[in-house]
């Protein structure tokens, strides 16, 4: 294939403006006889459309190889590998060497070599000076593709290149009413009122207390804290949001819900991506759990944002004691999807989650060429590559290496039934010493601790956590570019710096060190442009429902813009002057009014803005499955809310009451339920979920065991039961479920069904899941409609 | 219902303009339940919500005339010998126990084979069969009666040798995890044609779900709507359609009717036209309770069928999931995945030698097949169902050799230098075989076939132009094809 070296390398700067003026095109024109032309237009031009633009031509919309055949300097310059043409010598042209199908590595057009006669014509037209088209289309925004020099010059003035900077608050708050005590306010205060809307009515308070749990810990209210509040805010709404704000932020709940979204972001799992065929059990990662817990524990210590990514970046460089608690952090990239045998996915798996998951930059694009649509050469990529390839991993398994966290304490008992276990297996390892598999020859011994021993370590609360931790090698190795991206097409050395888009000085990381420290602090710094703003709109995202840059992972060129710049720069600034507070930034937020405005639509809004982009009004959010889950074991009454551990079955068979967070995630077959409810794949960083609709959920809220015992449970506690007639049975099941009462004329209806479903009792079937019993339906039936399901 | 599904109509286009619809729908709403063009709100990373424009060319959909309007892809998990089946070999019979020639071996990777191997030659006699005159082995007796409706593709060639990456290579055009599969982008770009079924099904046999996991049919980037469901041949079909054993249909139609009112009245105060889409929700999974079941039942199936396929209602078997394969495109769905495991013929262990569990499953898929190919043929179906058939990669003409020995079985080692597939139906020109492999049927030489060029020509024949089904995610306009990867579209093959 034809391929190109650097555009820009070949035409300097100011020439290549002068093509886009056409001035250049012009006088090679002037120099160009008529009949040349009417050549390449009658013989040239009609092979090449034919044979050559379906893949070189910006119509096609393809420039394989870096090179372009529907305009001069497009073979002029040449692709990626050298310029195609030489005008005047047929002999040095590639073009030439490829139609003739002379080099076997190298045979265009691929299908099919072309007729003699052709290749003569195409000799014949190089011979001639390769004269283009009359109508030369020069310089285009397509032929501009991958124009490193060209990137650069438009990222000079992208947005979220720029310094994170002060922001001056819109003024006279005091036009605009109540609004406007919260800085947020006024900012969408000022976009609404640039589109003649105005903000939503205040959310009624039991709607607000609500979302506030929803939004803030995964888990709804009960029936008596919303009486409570409600009571309270009638006194003084704004101190009882205030109080119940702070609660909620300091609950344990906090973390466990809040975390749910880094662990997207970072792309969590309890094993890594493949399996082992012989014994068809997944690779476990027993310990990746005691890095969910760290995001957990840092989010409810509310430790500096700054500091938590350094941690799960380079915790190994900062001086901690090798079994310190931030030792867990750095399963980040230890208890990635990839296993070092793959030590190139790996590696590119940690640019990708280190650039796209914390700044919002697509860097592992550049992996096999420069980006087409980013400032990022392809020498970035590999400069990364080298910070990360300078590290060591543990097999995941290796108990030696990876230090036990004091901070996990099972009970006694637990710690004495896994010792149990543990000795069973530990003789049975040994009985295998030296013993093979027979059909593959694999050590038997491996294989019981592979699968045993690593089911032991993964699921049993008495097995010990331990830290998934990294190593830098003693001397970091050098990194060169690998001509795309194949390793062994090694190109020039590259040292170990940071990204020349946000460090344009790319100051080497010093010769003895990874630089993987260095690294970490260039990212969680102040000054990078892209780190506080990704994360603030992640928070926004997350509990707004709708994100001010909608391409979370993406701030690049090719991102969306903010809706609300001056908004997410001030969240940001107002972010790192509190000290990179992810506590202080999730309370600036639901204080404001537009946090806690009404989900209610109206006509004008909904013809003026449908999407609800300048936040007219609150979002109406669907719950995640995660949610839908505790919510239901909530209710029931059937919530474990112990924190932190070893990970449990979500809904199989003997499923776990802890929270889903504490789920067992297995990358290679993730879980079909997950899945059918937007949970993304855990093997890349996840901008945001999806939000389908599809009859597989509702079949699981139908048909689940888990669902099922729930409702179940809800209809068998102590209270229900002591309740005898049924409308009073009907007004419990609404408070615990929805938390509220119901109205006359939906007892009314529930009573009918009630009627309808107790013609079903038949004393002599046998007693199953399903008690012989109207009620479990009717609950379930309150935990299948929308009211549940969605926060308002 | 009559009311609801009206004003679910109406409201399916405020809806559009609140959530992003990632397909137009030709169909009204059939397609918004199950897979196909539903609503998925899903932000890839380039904000499909925000960037219509990097999904304007498939909108256009289909990009020409289809020739297929559905696919029945037959995965021959762990890679079928192509020497004991397709591709006759003489030569490789002239060599048979000799060394194999240290050339064959210089920079070459195995899974298995060690030191130097002896030349295998082909373990069973092949015949030509048919007017188009096809070699096929005497393993597959049945299938030498359809071969004039097929097209032998004899040079496919891949870059992985290990089952996982190269299934996924096969299935999604990336060997590593994380992209969509071709049945996804399928239902991403065409949608689907049951109101009452998922869109995009898979059916797995031979007691082991394929090396690469469930990922060889998910979605990858794309939004989990078009994601494959995997049903079941017994049991339940899809997860979780049984209603608990004591709630019976018409409680569960009362219960429902009740949520819905429910619904209904929150549609009434808040407007949010997202709880219709709920409701249509529940109808759509509890007319799949009553039709899946349908679907799934083999028993409706006479016994000249059942005779025809070798099948027998109830068991899990390859030739039960064929028939569910016709009964499934008869019924509209657009992607019908079968996997077939137990070909990894290495000769370790008697059941998997070529002279041993080779003969069985070649036994299990060999009547089915060809009961498959004449049954659609004879229902009008062969001429827009795609039919596909293949493994991972290919399989080498040397004996593997594991651990230096010669083993007690016979078997080959992975090859992905050189293996067959075969296509049928819609589209494809039948009775023809294309490309070559060299003598010994090591190296796929002539007309060489990629996984790439694959999925392009399969996608054509679909109606979609490969290069403009694009989905922008990690910055770049992805695609099935892989758009880091050359590919071309095989013409000659098309009929």
Known sequence: MLARSRRHAVVPFAVFTALVCGLIAGSVRAEESAEDVRFYEQKIRPLLVRHCYECHSEEAGEQQGGLLLDRRSGWIEGGETDKAVVPGQPDASLLVTAIRYDDDNLQMPPDQRLDDEAIALFEQWVQRGAIGPADDMGETEFSRLGDQEYLFDQAAGHWAFQPVAPVTLPSSPSSRGEWGTNAIDRFVADSLAEVALAPSDPADPATLLRRLHHDLTGLPPTYDQITAFVEAAQIDRDAATRQWIDRLIASPEFGQHLGRLWLDVVRYGDTDNNYRPDTRTPHYHPFAFSYRDYVVRSLNDDKPFDQFLKEQMAADLMGFAPDAPEMAALGFYASGPYSSRAQAEALDDWIDVTTRGLMGITAACARCHDHKFEPVPTADYYSLRGVFAAAARVNPLDETKQPILASYRPTPAEVADYQKKRATIDAKIDGADGKKAKNNNRSIAQKIRETELAELLTFHPGAPARAMVLADRKRPPESYVFIRGDASARGEAVPRRFLKILDPQQDAFPQDSSGRLELAEKIASAGNPLTARVFVNRVWGHLIGSHLVTTPSDFGLQGSRPTHPELLDWLADDFLRHDWSVKHLVRRIVSSQTYQQSSRSHEAGQAADPENRWLWRGNRKHLSIEAIRDSMLLVAGQLDRRIGGHPGRLWDGDYTRRRAIYGFINRFNLDPTLRAFDFPAPVQTQPARGESIVAPQALFTMNAPLVIDQAAAIVSSADFLRIKHDRPKLVSLFQSVLGRDPDAAEIARALKLVEFQKRFQNPDRPPSRFIDSPWPLIAQALLMCNEFQYVD | ?495
């Open chain 2, 1 to 495: 219902m009559k009311n609801l599904h009206d004003q679910v109509q109406q409201e399916y286009a405020r809806l559009q303009t609140r959530k992003h619809f990632l397909k137009n729908c030709s169909m009204g709403l059939a397609g918004i339940w199950l897979g196909g063009r539903s609503i998925a709100a899903g932000l890839s990373d380039a904000g499909a919500a925000t960037q219509p424009d990097s999904h304007d060319d498939s909108h256009a959909l289909p990009h020409f005339a289809p020739r297929a309007k559905r696919v029945i892809f037959l995965h021959m998990a762990g890679s079928p010998s192509q020497l004991e089946l397709f591709d006759y070999k003489p030569a490789l019979q002239q060599l048979d126990g000799q060394d194999c020639p240290a050339s064959f071996l210089e920079g070459k990777r195995f899974a298995f084979i060690q030191g130097v191997p002896k030349m295998l030659g082909p373990q069973y006699p092949f015949r030509q069969c048919g007017d188009s005159g096809a070699w096929v082995s005497d393993r597959m007796p049945h299938f030498q009666s359809v071969v004039d409706e097929v097209c032998f593709v004899k040079s496919m060639h891949t870059s992985q040798f290990n089952h996982g990456p190269a299934q996924l290579l096969l299935h999604t055009g990336n060997q590593n995890l994380g992209s969509a599969s071709f049945g996804a982008w399928t239902m991403y770009g065409l949608g689907s044609e049951s109101e009452n079924l998922p869109g995009f099904i898979v059916l797995v046999s031979g007691g082991k779900t394929p090396s690469a996991g469930k990922s060889v049919w998910g979605s990858g980037f794309l939004p989990s709507v078009y994601q494959g469901v995997q049903c079941r041949s017994k049991g339940d079909p899809v997860l979780y359609l049984s209603n608990p054993d004591s709630v019976s249909m018409q409680q569960r139609r009362r219960a429902l009717d009740a949520i819905n009112r429910i619904n209904q009245q929150t549609f009434n105060e808040t407007g949010d036209p997202e709880i219709l889409t709920r409701i249509s929700q529940y109808e759509m999974a509890f007319r799949m309770q009553t039709h899946a079941a349908e679907a799934f039942d083999l028993q409706q199936e006479d016994k000249a069928t059942h005779a025809l396929y070798g099948t027998e209602p109830g068991k899990e078997s390859f030739g039960n999931n064929c028939l569910l394969a016709r009964r499934l495109a008869e019924r509209g769905v657009r992607f019908i995945q079968l996997f077939h495991w137990g070909w990894d013929s290495h000769g370790a262990a008697e059941s998997e030698a070529l002279n041993g569990g080779f003969k069985t499953r070649c036994e299990e898929v060999d009547r089915p097949i060809a009961a498959l190919l004449n049954d659609l043929r004879q229902r009008g179906l062969l001429e827009d169902t795609l039919v596909v058939w293949g493994g991972e990669f290919g399989r080498t003409p040397m004996r593997e050799n594991r651990g230096g020995r010669e083993m007690k079985f016979v078997g080959r080692d992975h090859n992905p230098g050189a293996f067959t597939m075969w296509m049928a139906g819609g589209g494809i020109k039948p009775g023809i075989s294309y490309g070559e492999t060299d003598e010994i049927g090591y190296e796929a030489i002539v007309d060489k076939v990629s996984p790439h060029d694959l999925h392009a020509t399969l996608q054509h024949l679909l109606g979609i132009d490969h290069k403009r089904l694009t989905y922008m995610h990690q910055g770049l306009p992805q695609r099935l094809s892989n758009v880091t990867q050359p590919s071309r579209v095989v013409k000659e093959i098309m009929a």
